[in-house]
């Protein structure tokens, strides 16, 4: 098939190459120039493992190319996907704008058997109100389908490749069954297809995203809770995750979920909800919980020095909003950063990838460390907020001549409490 793919970021460049591996022949389009022209040398502007092997495998066999120009390919398309950003407007909705935008560029461009396919994440009742713009602008119906995207950054080829199902929204089964037959490669292993109303798949997505956002609050509440009174989360999580009821994912304490997707998807589902008169109790909590846990660290570093926070220095490892990734979009880090600035703290930062992300916001003010152990040397403490593997198991001893006290807040629980107070280390992790 000829699929262009509208927006290249890290949905939209993932899904163009393994498309493009799997034998179709991809366009990526994207307004930036500049990451296009950075993608034509064969530079790939997102960390995302294994993505610059296959980008680089598939440009060279013919199958994958960039351009800023929809009018050269969109004409040819069988699928033009669109996979724009849909981020947080101020009222909290998402800002549809791109996504408004790139409908009225390919309208006067697409072909009578095009399929237009939206991929990025959308308000439900955004497929069909699109649908109704291109027949406006085009005097005929356009087949629109919904088809979330669920691909996790930091293991997106192959959560994109061996996805544990497809969900399109359909208003047409033959749609469907052409988008059936595009994704019939990496559905080998009979995980499923699933074709469903267009509502229905805008709703899946957020509903999926809320849920687990929901669990990530939850055990967060419960582990502030197990300490204070003095229960470990760690043992509690193992004594409710062997319920198979209940399972084990998603249930890690931290501080808090960050990124590009669960905050923003998040208030885009409230937003929906109030705008039917419902008021969602449970999605306000989990995002109420979730900017508190935000803080979580930063209380108990100014509790623990008493409030004496100027001039102190202290290590942060990590910063991206996940491992895997150096996407630092609503990132823990950065309001943990940002408090600590506040009090007058002074920062050394290390992240294996997301390091130049950071320094765009921060500039001079943080001490960048490219090796882990550097950001050490003469801090009051180390705080992790990014369970990078890498970090999981370190030289304890050289940390422990490097650091200026031996202090460790552990936002990822990353060591064993007993193990860390034996090797001389004052340890406070989230829970335990
Ligand atoms: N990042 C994820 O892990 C993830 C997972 C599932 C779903 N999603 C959803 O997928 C969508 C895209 O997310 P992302 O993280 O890839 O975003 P992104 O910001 O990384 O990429 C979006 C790209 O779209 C381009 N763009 C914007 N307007 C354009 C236009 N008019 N024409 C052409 N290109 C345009 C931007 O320049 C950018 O390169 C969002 O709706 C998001 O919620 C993201």
Redesign the pocket.
Known sequence: MHIVM???????LVTGTCLADSGNDVTC????AG?IERLRRGEIPIYEPGLTELVTHNVRAGRLQFTTDPATVVPQADCVFI????PQSDSGAADLS?LW??ADTIAPLLSTKTIVVI???VPVGTNRAVAKRLKELTGRQVDVASNP?????GCAIDDFTKPDRVVVGVERPEVADVLHDLYRPFLRTEHPFLAMGLESAEMTKYVANCLLATKISFINEMANLCERVGANINEVRRGIGHDQRIGFSFLFPGVGYGG??FPKDIRALIHVAEQHQLEPQILNAVDNVNNAQKHVLFHKVRQHFRGELTGRTFAIWGLAFKPRTDDIREAPALTLIESLLNAGAKLHVHDPIAMDNVRQIHRDKLKYCAKMYDALEGADALLIVTEWSEFRNPNFELMRQLLRQPVIFDGRNLWEPTLMRQLGFEYSGIGL
């Open positions: 509208v927006g290249t970021g890290y949905v939209g389009v994207d307004i930036d990451k996979a724009v950003g849909t791109g935008k790139v991929k990025s994440t995207e669920f691909l996790k950054e590009s997707c």
